[in-house]
Each structure stands twice: as structure tokens, then as C-alpha cells.
């Protein structure tokens, strides 16, 4: 409803209505939206084809290999470090890794460093053997100058690296490193014994080249963000429990094609962060994992227009694959400048906005989505459900098709989404398939633009206020399949037009309704088409099923019971005992209105 009269007056200045297919739609929004470069129809994507054309990491087969009569020791002594190599330069509590070479680091350092500055051909590996390196002024670990650093963390070692709260730079006015584990290079940490990682001063883990995280097992404390990497962020098969003050994983190369991307194909991950739990410049891609995420203090905390506190956020395009997300945010929950694609997964949300919200384009095909908290449960220009389970509350919206982008968007260079809006003719609801449930204090279904709808079930239990409406539509809204069910109030209700293939009821009481009344369609002969009870009172009920024709006689029942399951209101696979006959009548149009 936030975009609505925006969107209203943009439809009172259009002069094209547009009668276009899906892909019409999509080739209509990329061509308005160049300046953004937002391809709409990315929102079909999947994780494969997501990483299509993205950087390549720098991992390779030999980065995890190495000979045990090649390592060169490093023993932290409390003040002091010792090695026998020729290779370590050591002064005072500083080592200088000059060379290629495999280093184990052991014991514990109370304030030190260890420096990485061996070349830009040289691959150094590092093992963490029980290993704990504190400064007071600059990064326990600077990997300055090599081809890439491998960081071994050895099984059943218990492994830390802490910083102070100031940094003392070499030269003036130089803020590198500025991060507990600061790398200039790519960097691999891998293993199964424990790192603990604690930025007092910034960052905790900052990489300013490619970072992969696999078969790791990491906790993470920071004082601004958790774990960045600037060129890509790739992990795999991985532990991680991330504090951060701003936020949790990070991605943020904004200049160079194909970087600026986060891919998680599988791990637990524990996140709670001041900021966005994961933030993509570009894409953020998940092939699974089970994610647990607080971002901003949660959706009780209240969203702050002035700061990002969403959960999932890319600048560009997110798919998901499948996984496991508990996610509990401030701001939106799941959040893309250009597209979202949802293909499998399970998803339980709180959200101090929006549930899902995507600047041009989302696509649901498949999964479960439960959002018990949300302004609007999910929002785009562009929505297409062809499959899944998606139960949502929302103080305003259920499902709002606006264009745009929202105030708590990324800043990108050139804009984000549609660059400030889009023509009503260019937004659309799609409902193909799933089930989908709606309990919205707003309009249920908004769509500033066009419905259209060919298979599924829609339950909306809409306002029971007369400024909204359980549907709400500018353009038009056609169903050729599926069952859809709209409760709400009477002043603005609407239903599918006559231009549908598929027998529409609009019911119109002659008084409230209360909640958990039963209502009772069914055939002359007594069959019965369907039973509802609104959760909420109720004035007007929207009913389209494949089981009603035309030419048909039906009779409406109020009161009575029913044994039998029960999903937000819809009762099915069980009995109904008669209540009072209410209406009678018979259907002559594709639409027919009953008072």
C-alpha cells in the first residue's frame, strides 16, 4: 500500500495498456530500466546459472597438499618467536614470512605479528597447531605480498587471533591492515579445529582479494564486519558463528565484472549482526546450508529507514537453491536491488519490513516460506509463483506488486531497481501453482498493475478495514485455474474479470460476518464445492474453483460444522453438518455478483 497512490497517478498519466505476455512484461522492464542494468528474467535462475560468468575462485587442487618433512616451525613463545629457517625473519615479536614454503605457527604470542610478504609468485601454506596470536596495535596476522595464502587449521586444536581497539599504521594516513586476519591477497582457510577470530578495532576477517571458506570451523567477534571478502566470498562444508557489530559476511567489490559476490553452497551458519547478516555488491548465491540470522536486533527491534538490518541482501540478483533460513531482521528479511529466484528451501521469517522484496523481479518455484511478522510479506514489480508453500502475515501488504525501490535499498552506482518506478502496466502477479495463505491488516493481493492466475490455491484473509481491500488491482486480473478464496472488507472490494475462463463468485454479505463463522458453498444437488471460516469478520468473499461451470445453480450456507483438516480457514477432506441456507443462485457469466 506504500506505493499505491504513487502508483495511481502514474496510472491516471499512461497512455498504453498493456495486454503483453510474461516474457513481453520481462523485455518491458529490462528495456525501462538500462540504467540499472536489471535483467528481470534472472529471477528464473539457479544457482549454476547464477555462477555463470562470475570471477573464478583461486582455489586448485595443490593449495591443500602438502609434505609433513617440508614444514617449517614457528614457535610463538609468549614475548618472543623463534624459527630455525631462513626463511622467517624474525625481530623482536614480529615474523616476516619471506618465502614459498609450508608454516606451522604453535604456542602463544601475547603481542606480535605475523607477516606474509614473500612474493607475488610464491603460494604460502599456513597451519594453525594450537595457535593463539594477540596485538595491541595492528593485525596478529598481515598477509602483505604473495601469489595466495592456504590457512590449515589442525583437527582438534583450539586456535585464536585478537587485536586492540587502536591501530598504529606504518605510514601516515594508511589504514591497512585494518583487520585482525588482514589479507592483501586471496586467501583459503580450511580444517576442522577451531579458529577463533576477534576484531576489537574493525573488521575480523578482511580479505581484499578472493576468499574461500572450507571444511572450517570459525567463530567470529567484530567490532564493525564479520568476515569480508572483497573480490568473492565462497564457503563450503563449513561451521560459522559471526558477531558483528555492522555486518556478517560481506562481498563488496563494486568495479570489476563478476566479483562482488558471495556463494554458499553448504555449512551452519550463525549470524547476528548490527547491520545486513550477508551483503552481496553483486550476487549472493546459496546452494543449501542452514542459516540462523539476527540482524538489528531482531523484528521487534523496529526498522531505522537511516540503516541497513536486513538478512539476506545482494545488490544485484539472489537465488537460492535450497537450505534452511531462520531469519529474524530489523529491515527486510530478504532483500535484492534486481532480482530474487527462490527454488527450494525452508523458510521461517520475522521481519521488521518486508519479508521478501526484490526491485524488479521475484520467482517462487518452490520451498516452504513462513513470515509470521512482516509491513509486507513479499514485494517486487515483477512476482511469478509457479510452485511451493507460502503462509505470511503482514501489518500492510500481503503480496504488493509496485515498482521501484525501497528506502532501505543498497546504493549502487547509477541507481538501484527501476531507477524511482515503473509504470503500473509494467507490474504483475503471476500465480501458477502452490499454495499460498494471506493474512494481511492491508490489501491481500496489491497489485499496481495486472493479476493473473492458472493454477494453485490462494487463501487471503484480508483488512477489516474499508480503506483496502482482500484483493486490489489497477490494470486487471484474469484466473483460468486453481482456487482462490478472498475474505475482507466491502468498501473496496474487487474480483477477477469477466475476461477469466474460470467462474468467479464475488459475494457481497448483508452484514459482518464474524470470525470462524462457517461458510458453505455447494451444488443444487448438495454437493459440496467448498467450506471456509475467515479468521477475521469478514463483508465480502471472493470464491473462483475449477469445480464451479456456468450454467450452474449453487446455494451458500452460513453456520453448521465440519470435521475435517483445516488450513487458515479452508476446511477440506472431511464432512459438513448443515447450517442456515443463506443465498441461492445461478451462475450465468463468468462473473456473477451476489447481494
Not at 103 to 116: A, E, H, K
Request: with cysteine; charged share 15%.
Amino acid at each position: 500500500m506504500k506505493f499505491k497512490i504513487f502508483f495511481l497517478v502514474l496510472c491516471l498519466l499512461a497512455i498504453i495498456v498493456s495486454n503483453c505476455s510474461r516474457d513481453n512484461i520481462l523485455d518491458q522492464n529490462e528495456a525501462a530500466n538500462t540504467e540499472s542494468d536489471v535483467d528481470a528474467s534472472r529471477s528464473e535462475e539457479t544457482t549454476d546459472d547464477a555462477l555463470a560468468g562470475k570471477s573464478e575462485g583461486h582455489e586448485a587442487s595443490a593449495d591443500y597438499v602438502y609434505n609433513e618433512a617440508d614444514i617449517i616451525e614457528i614457535l610463538l613463545l609468549g614475548n618472543s618467536i623463534e624459527s630455525i629457517s631462513s626463511k622467517v625473519e624474525v625481530s623482536g615479536t614480529t615474523a616476516t614470512i619471506t618465502s614459498a614454503g609450508t608454516y606451522q605457527l604453535s604456542g602463544n604470542l601475547t603481542d606480535g605479528q605475523i607477516i606474509v610478504d614473500a612474493g607475488k609468485s610464491h603460494l604460502v601454506q599456513i597451519i594453525f597447531n594450537n595457535a593463539e596470536l594477540t596485538s595491541s596495535n595492528s593485525a596478529p596476522l598481515f598477509i602483505k605480498n604473495c601469489l595466495k595464502t592456504i590457512l590449515f587449521v589442525t583437527d582438534g586444536t583450539s586456535n585464536k587471533l585478537t587485536d586492540g581497539s587502536s591501530y598504529v599504521f606504518d605510514n601516515a594516513g594508511d589504514n591497512e591492515p585494518n583487520a585482525t586476519l588482514f589479507s592483501k591477497e586471496d586467501v583459503t582457510i580450511t580444517g576442522g579445529g577451531l579458529l577463533t577470530v576477534t576484531g576489537n578495532y574493525n573488521d575480523a576477517i578482511g580479505c581484499k582479494d578472493g576468499l574461500v571458506i572450507t571444511n572450517a570451523n570459525i567463530v567470529v567477534n567484530a567490532a564493525d564486519d564479520g568476515i569480508r571478502g572483497k573480490d568473492y566470498l565462497i564457503v563450503r562444508q563449513s561451521s560459522i558463528v559471526v558477531n558483528s557489530k555492522d555486518d556478517g559476511f560481506k562481498s563488496d567489490n563494486d568495479t570489476d565484472e563478476g566479483c562482488g559476490y558471495i556463494f554458499i553452497e553448504s555449512g551452519t551458519f550463525s549470524i547476528t549482526a548490527g547491520g545486513d547478516a550477508l551483503q552481496a555488491e553483486s550476487d549472493l548465491i546459496i546452494a543449501g546450508g542452514s542459516f540462523t540470522v539476527l540482524s538489528g536486533g531482531g523484528s521487534s527491534f523496529g526498522y531505522n529507514s537511516g540503516t541497513s538490518m536486513k538478512g539476506l541482501k545482494a545488490g544485484e540478483a539472489i537465488v537460492i537453491d535450497d537450505g534452511h533460513f531462520d531469519l529474524n531482521t530489523a529491515d527486510d528479511a530478504i532483500h535484492s536491488n534486481g532480482t530474487i529466484a527462490i527454488n527450494n528451501g525452508t523458510f521461517l521469517i520475522a521481519s521488521g519490513d518486508d519479508g521478501v522484496h526484490a526491485d524488479a523481479a521475484l520467482g517462487i518455484n518452490g520451498g516452504e516460506i513462513t513470515i509470521t511478522k512482516s509491513y509486507e510479506g513479499l514485494e517486487s514489480a515483477i512476482i511469478t509463483i509457479n510452485d511451493g508453500f507460502i503462509d505470511l502475515v503482514a501489518s500492510d501488504d500481503g503480496i504488493n506488486v509496485a515498482g521501484g525501490n525501497d528506502g532501505s535499498g543498497m546504493q549502487r552506482p547509477g541507481g538501484g531497481g527501476f531507477g524511482g518506478g515503473s509504470t503500473s502496466s509494467n507490474c504483475y502477479l503471476y500465480i501458477n501453482g502452490g499454495t499460498i495463505a494471506v493474512n494481511a491488516s492491508g490489501d491481500g493481493l496489491d497489485a499496481n498493475g495486472s493479476i493473473e492466475m492458472t493454477g494453485g490455491t490462494v487463501i487471503v484473509n484480508g483488512p477489516t478495514s474499508n480503506g483496502d481491500g482482500a484483493l486490489d488491482y489497477d490494470q486487471k486480473f484474469t484466473i483460468s485455474g486453481g482456487l482462490l478464496i478472498a475474505a475482507g472488507s466491502s468498501n473496496m472490494a474487487q474480483a477477477p474479470g469477466t475476461a477469466s475462463s474460470q467462474p468467479v463468485i464475488s459475494i457481497a454479505f448483508s452484514g459482518t460476518v464474524s470470525a470462524g463463522t462457517l461458510v458453505h458453498l455447494a451444488t443444487k444437488e448438495g454437493a459440496g464445492v467448498l467450506t471456509f471460516a475467515p479468521l477475521k469478520n469478514m463483508q465480502h468473499l471472493v470464491i473462483s474453483s475449477p469445480e464451479l461451470a456456468v450454467g450452474e445453480s449453487y446455494m451458500l450456507y452460513k453456520g453448521g460444522s465440519y470435521s475435517g483438516r483445516y488450513f487458515r480457514g479452508l476446511y477440506t477432506e472431511g464432512s459438513y453438518t448443515q447450517g442456515t441456507l443463506y443465498k441461492e443462485w445461478t451462475i450465468n457469466s463468468m462473473v456473477t455478483n451476489v447481494r
